[in-house]
């Protein structure tokens, strides 16, 4: 019933910034509760940061938090990653989901939905 498609990643430097964005095709995109994974080669997906239904409660992963911050906006249908102070550990594609219900996980097994990815690439 939903379908996400990511957009906004590239290449940058160290310490900069970039803004990644999940468009979801749907009416019951306000009916999901979403998240941001990455995977950088030979580590396992892991999860990034998580939004409620209606965004009133986030949460993220320690490795970005104060970094990154996550939001939605239901009226266009599409969630955001505003990823500042970039290291090249962030070097990953990144991936967004979404989970039937109003509470985010931070477990890749429990979303529903998948984007495709889109690669950050972080140089030092």
């Known amino acids: 019933q939903v379908q996400l498609v990511e957009s906004g990643g590239g290449l940058v430097q160290a310490g900069g910034s970039l803004r990644l964005s999940c468009a979801a095709s749907?009416?019951?995109?306000?009916?999901?509760?979403m998240g941001w994974f990455r995977q950088a080669p030979g580590k396992e997906r892991e999860f990034v940061a998580g939004i409620s239904w209606n965004g009133g409660t986030t949460y993220s992963a320690d490795s970005v938090k104060g970094r990154f911050t996550i939001s939605r906006d239901n009226a266009k249908n599409t969630v955001y990653l505003q990823m500042n102070s970039l290291k090249p550990e962030d070097t990953a594609v990144y991936y967004c989901?979404?989970?039937?219900?109003?509470?985010?996980?931070?477990?890749?097994?429990?979303?529903?939905?998948w984007g495709q990815g889109t690669q950050v690439t972080v140089s030092s």
């Open positions: 749907g009416r019951t995109f306000s009916s999901y509760a």
């Open positions: 989901a979404g989970v039937r219900g109003s509470l985010a996980r931070s477990e890749a097994w429990a979303y529903d939905y």
